[in-house]
């Protein structure tokens, strides 16, 4: 299970949007892998960061998948409801805050408005199963994860994260997480103050 909040890390968040961003444009269809997604806010939050930035047609054709181990915290339930108490939003700039979420009857909580809701697709999975859960992604981000493994285990989730990207996208991950020095030829770091990274392709 991953931690985070509303907009953490915004640093990184940002470095996503300026690269990927320009990445995607043209595309028919883009999609992002946030693996470790807790209970949707990073996922909520890169998905308003794509809206505020990529206009509304390159929108429409956005896809995340979020992903997360967790069993016991119904974290699928939380994430397709996007119903959070208003402590969860509390750090989120109030015109974001008033444009994406709406109030709810429950109280003190906020719902996040369907046309970021929907953009949101939440499955149970375990990295360490070393098998993506598809291919063709445009991003890949995966923060307070890679952390928990052991160093063998994180340089095989990197591979497979690599696999699952299409040629030229995006890996991104948490400050602290440096890439393993035994797989650092596939990618090139994109920028010299955030862990973001470019797919290399693989010699034959």
């Known amino acids: 299970m991953a931690f985070t909040f509303f907009f953490r890390d915004m640093q990184i968040l940002e470095l996503i949007i300026r690269h ?3 990445f995607v444009v043209g595309s028919s269809r883009v999609r992002v892998w946030d693996a470790g ?8 939050s890169l ?15 956005l896809q995340i998948h979020a992903t997360d181990k967790e069993e016991s915290n119904n974290f699928g339930e939380i ?16 015109g974001l805050l008033q444009k994406y979420f709406s ?12 046309p970021i809701r929907s953009k949101i697709y939440y499955q149970r999975h375990d990295l360490l199963s070393l098998k993506p859960i598809d291919s063709g ?5 995966c923060k307070n994860v890679l952390l928990h493994f052991q160093a063998e285990e994180r340089i095989k989730v990197i591979r497979m994260f690599h696999n699952a990207l299409l040629p030229g996208g995006y890996f991104a ?4 997480q440096k890439m393993p ?24």
């Open 37 to 44: 997604c807790a209970m949707g806010q990073e996922a909520y």
């Open 173 to 176: 991950t948490e400050q602290t």
């Open 103 to 114: 109030p709810v009857s429950q109280n003190s909580h906020f719902q996040v408005i369907d």
């Open 137 to 141: 992604f445009s991003l890949i981000l």
């Open 47 to 61: 998905a308003i960061l794509f809206a505020e930035n990529m206009g509304p047609f390159a929108f429409k054709n």
């Open 20 to 22: 990927v961003v320009p």
């Open 181 to 204: 020095s035994e797989i650092e030829s596939l990618f090139v770091k994109v920028a010299p103050d955030g862990e973001i990274f470019k797919k290399v392709e693989e010699e034959s």
């Open 79 to 94: 994430i397709r409801s996007g119903i959070y108490p208003e402590e969860e939003v509390k750090r989120i700039p109030a």
